[in-house]
C-alpha cells in the first residue's frame, strides 16, 4: 500500500519483501551509533520484526514505520513514519536510513511527505525521540519544524524530545445566521467538533504539516 509520493521517493507498507532491507537497517553499525539495542544477527529477527511488530501495528492502529523506496535505485533505503510510543503516550515520526542515502536530503523529503500523511490517522501532534548526540537525526527533526521540548529516557538511555503541532488550516465563510463568535471554536477536537457545529457549516478544513 502506497501511503506518499515524492519526486525521488516512495512511502508504502512494509511487507515480506522487506526483510532483507529491514536486517540491514538495524544491523550495520553506523546506522545502530544512536539506536538503543542489539544489532540484528540473523535474517530471522527481521521477519520477528516485520510480523509482530510492523504489521502488527498496521492491523491493530493502521499505521506504523513506512519503507521508504528510492526511485532512481527500485530499493528500500530506510524508513519513516508514526509509531505509538506507549511510554508516552504519544506518536513518534521515526526515520532511518542507508548511510549511502545520508547528506542527500532524503529525511526531510520524506518526513515532509510522512507528516502530510498523519492526519489520515486522525494523529495531530507528532514527537521523535532522539539520543544524545545524534545531531543529524536533530537537523533532520529542526528543518521538519520540530522543536525540542525536553530531555528524558527512553528504553534505559537519555533523549531529547522534539515536538510538533500539525497545523489547522481553515478557510471561514460567514454564513449569513452566524454571530462574531459564531466564527470560532475553541474546542481541541476542530475537525471533529467544529463539522457538526451550525456556526461553522461555511468552514473548509485541512491539515499541514
Same mark, same amino acid.
Given at each position: 500500500? %502506497? %501511503? ?19 536486517? &540491514? ?8 551509533? @544512536?539506536?538503543?539495542?542489539? /544489532? ?41 513514519? /508514526?509509531? &505509538? ?5 504519544? !506518536?513518534?515520526?521515526? @526515520? #532511518? ?17 510522512? &507528516? ?25 527533526? #529542526? ?7 525536553? #530531555?528524558?529516557? *527512553? ?5 531529547? !524530545? ?5 497545523? &489547522? ?5 460567514? /454564513?449569513?445566521?452566524?454571530?462574531? *463568535?459564531?466564527?470560532?471554536? *475553541? ?11 451550525? @456556526?461553522? #457549516? ?8
Amino acid at each position: 500500500m %502506497i %501511503i506518499a509520493e515524492t519526486d525521488r521517493l516512495i512511502l508504502r507498507h512494509f511487507d515480506e519483501r522487506d526483510t532483507q532491507a529491514l536486517f &540491514l537497517l538495524n544491523s550495520l553499525p553506523e546506522v545502530l551509533t @544512536y539506536i538503543p539495542g542489539a /544489532p540484528m544477527t540473523s535474517l530471522s529477527q527481521a521477519s520477528d520484526i516485520l510480523e509482530n511488530v510492523i504489521l502488527a501495528n498496521y492491523r491493530e492502529l493502521g499505521y506504523g514505520r513506512w519503507a521508504v523506496e528510492h526511485k532512481a535505485d527500485g530499493k528500500v533505503i530506510g524508513f519513516c513514519g /508514526p509509531k &505509538l510510543i506507549t511510554e508516552f503516550n504519544e !506518536v513518534e515520526l521515526g @526515520y #532511518r536510513y542507508l548511510p549511502q542515502y545520508w547528506g542527500k536530503g532524503i529525511g526531510f523529503e520524506a518526513g515532509t511527505a510522512a &507528516l502530510a500523511r498523519f492526519k489520515d490517522y486522525d494523529i495531530h501532534e507528532a514527537i521523535a525521540l532522539i539520543l544524545l548526540g545524534n545531531k543529524g537525526s536533530e537537523g533532520v527533526a #529542526r528543518k521538519l519544524g520540530m522543536v525540542e521540548r525536553n #530531555r528524558d529516557k *527512553f528504553m534505559g538511555h537519555k533523549v531529547n !524530545v522534539f515536538h510538533k503541532v500539525l497545523k &489547522l488550516l481553515i478557510t471561514i465563510k460567514k /454564513p449569513a445566521n452566524a454571530g462574531f *463568535f459564531g466564527l470560532y471554536c *475553541f474546542s481541541y477536537q476542530h475537525d471533529r467538533t467544529c463539522r457538526s457545529c451550525k @456556526y461553522h #457549516r461555511g468552514i473548509n478544513y485541512g491539515w499541514s504539516a
